[in-house]
């Protein structure tokens, strides 16, 4: 069984500071995927990253870095200089391959970190 | 750039009326998921789609629900008899495949 665990629940900075968003998962598969998602006010589901298991290369885009560690099964997520316009919620994901379909299964989602950035 | 619509945004229903919430998949994927997200909580897979069947789907999944690609476009989610613990925001998903599910800006589903 797949499972996402992001520990932490409401996370407050202020502006320009950095924060990080942790996330562990637990699966039995050797192939599956790693997804972030951010959920703004308004509702909707925003992707922003996927990582396989075989790349453990860390991503940066911009202000958004991605650290992804098989040792410990973690993705943690990191905002560098916060803006405002970052407060949402953010949601971490894991899918594992399915062969006879040739897609990703279900994505298990975390349960989700509030992030409040003060000006 | 193409993106997941779904209709209504927003549906009141009573308890124990039938719903059906619609979605329409970007044009090229050819897998289709519904999810549901309690208000405050996590987002909770429900059923996956692929080749006009279900491939997976979760507990919460029984048999008052269903799902129907009627044309090449639409996707569709039913809802025979709906409980007030359906109350909860409903997203429809699409995929091509092993890449990323690019999500609908979801329907919010109140029962009375």
């Known amino acids: 069984a797949q499972k996402v665990t992001q520990a932490q629940t409401e996370i407050s900075v202020v502006e320009k500071e950095d924060v990080t968003l942790d996330c562990v998962y637990e699966t039995r598969d050797t192939t599956y995927y790693l997804f972030w998602y951010k959920q703004p006010p308004s509702g909707e589901l925003v992707f922003l990253i996927r990582r396989n298991s075989f790349d453990e290369q860390n991503e940066i885009s911009g202000r958004y870095s991605w650290n992804f560690q098989k040792s410990t099964s973690s993705f943690n997520f990191t905002i560098t200089a916060s803006q405002v316009v970052d407060s949402a919620v953010y949601f971490c994901a894991l899918s594992e391959a399915q062969e006879m379909t040739g897609a990703n299964s279900k994505l298990t989602f975390g349960k989700g970190i509030t992030l409040s950035v003060r000006p | 750039e193409p993106e997941v619509t779904q209709t209504p945004s927003h549906q009141v229903t009573q308890m124990g009326q039938e719903v059906i919430l619609r979605c329409v998949p970007i044009s090229n994927h050819l897998y289709f998921y519904w999810y549901r997200q309690i208000l405050g909580q996590k987002v909770e897979f429900l059923v996956s789609f692929y080749n006009n069947e279900i491939s997976e789907k979760s507990e919460i999944f029984d048999d008052q629900f269903s799902v129907e690609r009627p044309d090449g476009s639409n996707f569709t989610l039913k809802i025979r008899s709906t409980k007030l613990e359906d109350s909860a925001m409903y997203f429809c998903?699409?995929?091509?495949?092993?890449?990323?599910?690019?999500f609908g800006p979801g329907t919010r589903l109140t029962v009375l």
């Open positions: 998903a699409s995929s091509e495949g092993l890449e990323e599910q690019f």
